[in-house]
């Protein structure tokens, strides 16, 4: 009789357990499956509200005052001051450092860009080295950028020379 107790209570315990762990089971699947679909619904809302960085941090090389055909390095910082209709316009502070005269020299501009590859900028020196610059850009990369400057030295009204400039940035 004791054995037939114990098998009957073993087969009821089987039986119950293959009841309630696949219950269980299902409720962590339906779970996992909840997870995976709000997983997915953040990536999306990520991807839809992705902006470009508002400010970028680079380093630039330029022929403007480089006398024997050194190229003048520099920093350059951007910041995103407004979106017009889905584009930028941007404060751009640039400083070089003018290595046939062992000084700086350093611009602010406010450049605009009608497209995400091309910008356009004008701005003034903070310095002595010149009066004003205009330019127009072409974004190569998100990162690489290469440009051309109209700058006035400052010595003359008339000296206006045309200068290159090229380098990368990195935003945050």
Same mark, same amino acid.
Request: no cysteine.
């Given at each position: 009789?004791?054995? #037939? ?41 990520? =991807? ?5 960085? #508002? =400010?970028?941090?680079?380093?630039? *090389?330029?022929?403007?005052? !480089?006398? !024997? ?29 003018? #290595? ?14 009608? =497209? ?18 205009? *330019? ?20 003359? !009204? ?15």
């Amino acid at each position: 009789m004791n054995k #037939r107790l114990l098998y009957i209570t073993g087969f009821i315990l089987l039986i119950f357990s293959l009841i309630v762990f696949p219950v269980r089971a299902e409720d962590d699947l339906e779970t996992r499956l909840e997870l995976i679909a709000a997983s997915q619904r953040l990536e999306q809302e990520g =991807h839809e509200a992705e902006l470009p960085a #508002r =400010h970028q941090f680079g380093f630039s *090389f330029t022929n403007f005052r !480089s006398g !024997s055909n050194m190229m003048n390095p520099g920093v350059r910082l951007e910041n995103q001051l407004t979106d017009l209709g889905g584009r930028p316009l941007k404060l751009i502070t640039e400083a070089y450092y003018i #290595r046939a005269a062992s000084d700086f020299s350093g611009f602010i501009s406010l450049a605009f860009e009608p =497209h995400e590859l091309v910008y356009f900028g004008a701005g003034g020196a903070i310095d002595s080295q010149a009066d004003y610059q205009a *330019f127009a850009g072409v974004n190569i990369t998100e990162n690489i950028f290469v440009e051309a400057k109209v700058i006035n030295s400052g010595e003359d !009204s008339d000296d206006i020379n045309v200068y290159f400039s090229t380098g990368f940035k990195i935003g945050f």
